[in-house]
């Protein structure tokens, strides 16, 4: 949208440039540095808030595939190669950045990580037991 203002005024300008004489030189334009922009540094909280939020979606997540009936289970692997892998990297990212956050460490981060590991644990039992093998 810039961008086609930005054409739009230059094409203005050559076209009102053509109908008047030549153009005076320029003013000199003082220039001031501009004040620094102030940019909000998230809490501590909103970031314990919003890391808290993604590992309880990620629990939900295996929670329902683990106790999904294994014709759905091998049904839903076969049709979605890709989630198993990224059920389990997901978990495996959110707890090393669990671990390697200050801002997360607290008791509730452990005691989420603690139940994301006992839900991919139901999860992985889930897959077992199904004879569903994903790399």
């Known amino acids: ?4 203002r930005a054409i739009a005024f230059a094409l ?3 076209g009102l440039g053509a109908c008047a004489g030549p153009a005076p030189p320029p003013t ?6 501009p004040a620094p922009v102030a940019t909000p540094i998230a809490q ?10 993604n590992v309880d979606d990620l629990i939900a997540e295996a ?3 683990a106790v999904t009936p294994c014709d759905e289970l091998t049904a839903v692997t076969r049709a979605n190669p890709n989630l ?11 707890k090393r950045v ?8 607290t008791d509730a981060v452990r005691a989420s990580l603690a139940d994301l590991d006992h839900s991919m644990g139901e999860f992985e ?3 077992s037991l199904c004879g569903i093998k994903q790399p």
């Open 44 to 53: 501590s909280s909103d970031v314990e808030n919003a890391y808290l939020s």
């Open 98 to 105: 669990g671990a390697s956050e200050p801002a997360l460490d």
């Open 84 to 94: 198993v892998p990224s059920v389990r990297g997901f978990a495996t990212a959110l």
């Open 12 to 14: 203005l300008g050559l």
């Open 63 to 65: 929670a329902d595939l």
């Open 28 to 33: 000199p334009v003082p220039t001031a540095t």
């Open 125 to 127: 039992g889930a897959l």
């Open 1 to 4: 949208m810039h961008a086609q």
